[in-house]
């Protein structure tokens, strides 16, 4: 099982980025995904979450109006688009795979993880 992320990268605030998870190794279809971050010095927050087939998203609320998560389950992507960003969003952002989008919301652990991106947010 892998989940790879990528496009990370150092921005300026009020800038873009579109980070993308990319797995394989297990049924994709069959789980929701999500997206997590960390900050230094911080514990690790959920960030957004999109279940397996019928589209349902839900975020934090520190990122509504900002980001967008969707996937391609033909290509086995979750995406996170983020718009405006700040220097507050600067953090190791991962993916994970759960079986029930519902776990997710309840903060159960995910079963499968990535190794992560970094995104950096300049004032």
């Known amino acids: 099982v892998h989940l790879v992320e990528s496009g990370g990268d150092l921005v300026q605030a009020g800038g873009s980025l579109r980070l993308s998870c990319t797995a394989s190794?297990?049924?994709?279809?069959?789980?929701?995904i999500g997206w997590f971050r960390q900050a230094p010095g911080k514990e690790r927050e959920g960030v957004s979450c999109?279940?397996?087939?019928?589209?349902?998203?839900v975020y934090t609320d520190s990122v509504k109006g900002r980001f967008t998560i969707s996937r391609d389950n033909a290509k086995s992507r979750v995406y996170l688009q983020m718009h405006s960003l700040k220097p507050e969003d600067t953090a190791v952002y991962y993916c994970?795979?759960?079986?029930?989008?519902?776990?997710?919301?309840?903060?159960?652990?995910?079963?499968?993880w990535g190794k992560g991106t970094v995104v950096m947010v300049s004032s």
């Open positions: 190794g297990f049924t994709f279809d069959d789980y929701a």
């Open positions: 994970a795979a759960v079986k029930s989008y519902f776990d997710y919301i309840i903060g159960k652990e995910m079963h499968y």
């Open positions: 999109i279940d397996s087939r019928h589209g349902n998203t």
